[in-house]
């Protein structure tokens, strides 16, 4: 190769990488803006056109799948013999699944096995689901007295600097209540003389999502996930197989990819949840769930099984944001 070829390549290599640059630099921009849009909404999940018909038909004919024994309800797959079939479906979970024989000598009306809705059918698909299992444990995080959590990430609360993470550890179901707020410390006061005071809770709730607000006690104490952009919806099936990390105080570093999305699970009061296959432990509950653009998805809550199989259980940053008024800067 000559060197006046060598001298014009050159050119075209440098104009490829700084178009590359720019083109990254437009896809964080749109997400925000995706964010940004769809903060006012009914939603924390994005759906094409084609799945919100279908998610449509589900929350119109919600009433005719809910028993005492159903756990969750859902937009998913069907499955088949252990297998997804790639149809979609209404996803109704149930403790165990039962044949026609066994729930007919238990007097147990079977599920209906499609729903319509304005014209629209939506076969209903049975699968199981186990319980969730709070993660919050005596140990060394963040907790009030006697309790064990993970902060999950910082945001700005009516002005102030907040710390978020799950309601459940503070064994409230509403706040504010009328009582004064229980004191968080940072690592957990149990069984260790370093604990510090983090701040007060100002506000949380488990109708619905399972998340609190703690107000610092000290803001110049706070050192935020390296790499935040912010938060952003989930995105119906394009989020499915996202790799998300997670920095759990039982967990650290813990990568896993999203395979669930949009699952309300009924006995805990759980509203669009989403599961991963990621490892947890209890005290990871609050940890923030970020996307490879840095971009939080999710707060955990648990864990659960589905279909036999273990998975960690989140739910949206944008409704844990949007229900208490928070924002990730």
């Known amino acids: 190769m000559s060197v006046s070829t060598q001298r014009k390549s050159k050119p075209g290599l440098m104009q490829t990488l700084r178009a590359l640059a720019r083109a990254e630099r437009e896809v964080i921009r749109q997400k925000k803006a995706l964010a940004r849009m769809s903060r006012s909404a009914s939603t924390p999940t994005v759906f094409d056109p084609q799945h919100a018909r279908a998610m449509h038909t589900l929350t119109q004919c919600s009433g005719l799948l ?54 629209r059918t939506l076969p209903v698909d049975v699968q199981e689901m186990g319980r969730v299992r709070w993660q919050a444990r005596v140990g060394d995080s963040l907790g009030p007295f006697g309790e064990f959590a993970t902060l999950g990430a910082f945001g700005t609360y009516a002005g102030r600097t907040v710390a978020i993470t799950a309601m459940h550890a503070t064994h409230l179901f509403e706040f504010p ?15 260790n003389a370093n604990a510090r005071n983090l701040g007060s809770l100002v506000r949380g709730s488990r109708n619905g999502i399972d998340a609190a607000l703690i107000q610092l006690e000290d803001p110049s104490t706070m050192v935020p996930m390296p790499g935040i952009r912010g938060s952003r919806p989930l995105r119906f099936r394009e989020d499915e197989g996202t790799v ?22 009924h006995p805990n009061n759980l509203a669009a949840c989403f599961t991963i296959s990621l490892p947890s432990a209890k005290g990871d509950s609050g940890a923030a769930l970020v996307d490879g653009d840095g971009f939080i998805v999710g707060f955990l809550v648990g864990r659960i099984t589905v279909n036999n199989a273990d998975f960690a259980l989140a739910q949206p940053s944008e409704l844990v944001l949007n229900t208490l008024g928070c924002t990730i800067p």
Not at 97 to 105: A, C, D, G, I, V
Not at 177 to 191: A, I, K, L, R, Y
């Open 66 to 119: 809910c028993d005492t024994s159903v756990r969750g309800i859902g937009l998913g797959t069907k499955m088949t013999k252990g297998r997804e079939t790639g149809e979609l479906a209404a996803v109704v979970f149930v403790p165990r699944k039962r044949s026609l024989s066994e729930l007919r000598k238990r007097k147990i009306q079977p599920l209906p096995r499609e729903v319509k809705c304005g014209g």
């Open 177 to 191: 209540d009328g009582s004064v707020g229980p004191t968080f410390f940072c690592p957990s006061n149990v069984g």
């Open 244 to 265: 998300v990390r997670m920095l759990g105080a039982m967990t650290p570093h813990a990568l896993g990819t999203i395979e669930h999305i949009h699952l309300d699970i």
